[in-house]
């Protein structure tokens, strides 16, 4: 009621404020756009610049970090993005926008390489609910447990039940704000790094991994003039609770991927991500990906309801985990940029 108070009284005033409009937006624009900010007339205009001494541009940096609560570093040069992403906090992602993407990672160069899969076909439909916004459609860890059912999440009349990839914890079940706040925590940054030859940053997950692990540390970083034209390395310690459960690191791709060795090397519109695998020293490779199979869990393809034709939804994806799964598993992935 109040709110509705208030435009009431804002469109009795608004004929008074439309003289501080550039001539080219409309009323409308100013109430419902940007209010406003950045928009003056040309005497309003001229009065501030004689007014305020005009600073000189500060030159940009090819990083920027994001603090609490998002935990967050993009390093972009104009040719190169790099993303790396702790996440500390997270909504419901079937409530929200967020995703459950805690500690996930993205390299661009000349083309996507390293990158989310998915797609924003529909805010309601089952691609998104079922795998767009899962950890196992992002470059993330998963620690499955073999015990939980895979269909027994969170049911929807419209969707049936949601599957059970041992990702991030769904933040679910809720009822008011204080009880909220306790179980969104997902991640903590524990340090950051930005520099000309450095960009480094180390959270600990373990929060988003609370019912099977101890403790999941992950550090990314970004060594830009190491390499052809930059060496990308995640490094990840798990404690998981059990012998049994299955840990997984994830990494997705536009195009299929050439496997050798312990090496996956990934194309895509002219750039190169050549993969390296120190951690473990014994592991194994699963490759899933190809027509029909983008968005495969369990067995089903969540495919989009607007197809992937001319979007970057993705190819596929290719899962390390270890040949032998024990309470304590470490990854070391290097990935260096190349044409």
């Not at 008074?16 to 900010?37: A, C, I, K, N, V």
């Not at 951690?279 to 194994?284: H, L, V």
């Not at 992937?308 to 939804?313: C, G, V």
């Amino acid at each position: 009621t109040g709110n509705a108070r208030y435009w009431e009284e804002y469109e009795k005033s608004a004929k008074y404020t439309e003289y501080l409009l550039p001539p080219q937006r409309g009323d409308d624009y100013y109430r419902h756009g940007s209010f406003g900010e950045g928009l003056f007339s040309p005497v309003v205009y001229l009065m501030w610049r004689h007014l305020t001494p005009v600073k000189p541009a500060e030159p940009l940096l090819p990083y920027r970090y994001f603090g609490s609560p998002v935990g967050l570093t993009v390093f972009n040069d104009g040719e190169r993005v790099v993303l790396m992403k702790i996440g500390e906090l997270c909504a419901s992602p079937y409530g929200s926008h967020d995703h459950l993407d805690t500690g996930c990672f993205q390299v661009y160069y000349k083309g996507a390489l390293a990158t989310d899969s998915g797609l924003y076909d529909n805010y309601c439909s089952q691609h998104r609910y079922c795998y767009a916004v899962r950890t196992s459609a992002h470059n993330c860890l998963t620690v499955f447990d073999p015990q939980k059912p895979v269909w027994d999440g969170w049911k929807e009349e419209r969707w049936g039940p949601f599957c059970y990839d041992g990702g991030v914890r769904f933040v679910g079940g809720v009822r008011n704000m204080s009880q909220w706040m306790q179980c969104n925590r997902m991640a903590t940054v524990l340090s950051h790094t930005e520099s000309d030859d450095l960009c480094e940053l180390v959270g600990d997950l373990t929060e988003a991994y609370a019912d099977r692990c101890e403790r999941v540390i992950r550090k990314m970083r970004f060594e830009p003039k190491a390499g052809k034209h930059g060496i990308l390395t995640v490094e990840d310690e798990i404690v998981s609770k059990s012998s049994d459960f299955v840990t997984a690191f994830h990494l997705h791709m536009q195009e299929k991927p050439e496997i050798k060795d312990n090496t996956v090397t990934i194309r895509h519109m002219g750039g190169k991500l050549i993969c390296h695998v120190e951690e473990p020293q014994d592991f194994k490779i699963e490759v899933i990906g190809g027509e029909g199979k983008e968005f495969l869990i369990d067995g089903i393809n969540f495919a989009t309801d607007r197809g992937n034709e001319f979007t970057e939804a993705g190819w596929g994806q290719v899962i390390l985990s270890p040949k032998k799964q024990t309470t304590n598993t470490k990854f070391k992935i290097r990935m260096e940029i190349c044409d």
